[in-house]
């Protein structure tokens, strides 16, 4: 606390990322990276680009990245925005498309920077309860509001919402902007992509950082109408003109050129996920239907925080949210099957 602090940075109560250890030979399984590395050619890319041309400002709109981007999922160029990760997408689009006069609305349990991006904006909120097994239904959503936003599939439960659903949520919503988190779409989901150049009021952020192995080098996007594209470029370009540097343009253009590494890393983080799932359950836990790189689980008798300390104690790190409804679950980063093996055989041998 200090006196020089505005107002505002008093009343902040800001985001705490999951944990990143100093220590290696942990097994790390608690802040949703990807266990395998990032494409060869992503390397290769990165390479490339350690030259003196470092001496130069990148270019400030990312044209090569955004037709990369662009070319991926066939839309244009001019309804993409690119930022540095994408929670600086996420935090670019309250303050553009979401602070209005009506509070608004949210999951009760969902991604936790969004309390604190509308803490920043001083934007008003509403919490809309999940169902009893963690699913949302898109009718509670039918209130004034100034705006919604929810991941699909929603994280920290993993819970996926189908596409006619979301559609069914647009058509609900005409005047507010519906924002769709897809950090975890490409394990399961599908895209509200294909809705873009159907709703002027939809936009979908993704970022590289989960399916593409690259949450070092923060890269996230948005995609959707035009219109929305240029306030989120009005608010960059009033905050920061060059938040995609040289290397994280080139190496997230050359993720996208490699499918078939995407590919084959997203069958084996969903086979692995299928498996720890099975395992757990043999274990007795309770593990909802994930459609992301983790599981949320529970144990009809054992407390959640107890499990994840005693798995700390054999160097296993998982997270775990003391928060109201959820404090009984764990959730777990699918990693490799080595190191999901390894987890089940603390669980079995701890008797955790
Ligand atoms: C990980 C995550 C993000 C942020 O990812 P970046 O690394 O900032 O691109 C956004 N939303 C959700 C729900 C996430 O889990």
Redesign the pocket.
């Known amino acids: 606390m200090s006196d020089y602090w505005s107002k505002l940075v008093h009343t902040l109560d800001p985001y705490v990322p999951g944990e990143q250890p100093k220590i290696s030979n942990l097994i790390k399984l608690n802040t ?1 990276e990807n266990p395998y590395g990032p494409s060869p050619k992503v390397l290769h890319a990165l390479k490339a680009e350690s030259t003196d041309k470092l001496r130069l400002y990148p270019d400030p709109g990312s044209d090569k990245l955004k037709q990369a981007i662009a070319d991926y999922y066939n839309v244009k160029p001019k309804q993409i925005f690119v930022g540095n ?4 997408v ?1 935090a670019h689009s309250f303050q553009a498309l979401l602070k209005h006069d009506k509070p608004i609305l949210y999951p009760d349990i969902t ?1 936790s ?1 969004y309390p604190v991006y509308c803490g920043l904006y001083q934007i008003d909120y509403e919490t809309i309860p999940l169902s009893k097994s963690f699913g949302i239904n898109v009718d509670d959503y039918r209130k004034p509001n100034g705006g919604i936003i929810f ?1 699909n599939p929603n ?1 920290p439960t993993g819970v996926g919402l189908a596409l006619d659903s979301i559609k069914q949520l647009i058509e609900n919503n005409p005047d507010s902007v519906v924002v769709i ?1 897809e ?2 779409i490409d394990f399961g989901g599908n895209t509200a992509i294909t809705l873009v150049d159907q709703y002027p009021n939809l936009l979908v ?1 993704q ?4 399916s593409r192995s690259l ?1 070092g080098l ?3 996007f948005a995609i959707g109408n035009t219109q929305l594209i240029e306030g989120l470029e009005r608010v960059k370009n009033s905050f920061n003109s060059y938040p995609v540097d040289f290397f994280a343009a080139a190496g997230a253009i050359a993720a996208f050129e490699d499918e078939s590494y995407f590919q084959q890393t997203l069958k084996k983080i969903i086979n692995t996920r299928d498996k720890l799932t099975a395992d757990l359950k043999n274990l007795g836990f309770e593990v909802l239907p994930s459609q992301a790189n983790f599981v949320f689980t529970r144990h009809p008798d054992k407390d959640a925080a107890t499990i994840s300390q005693g798995l700390r104690e054999q160097d296993i790190i998982v997270r775990h949210f003391n928060k109201e409804r959820i404090d009984q679950f764990l959730r777990i980063t699918v990693g490799t099957d080595k190191e999901c093996e390894a987890l089940i055989s603390a669980l079995t041998s701890q008797q955790l």
Do not use: I, M
């Not at 970022?207 to 989960?210: I, Q, R």
């Open positions: 949703n990760g994408s929670d600086e996420l991604y920077f991941p994280a988190d950090a975890y952020v970022t590289l950082s989960k949450a923060r890269v996230g």
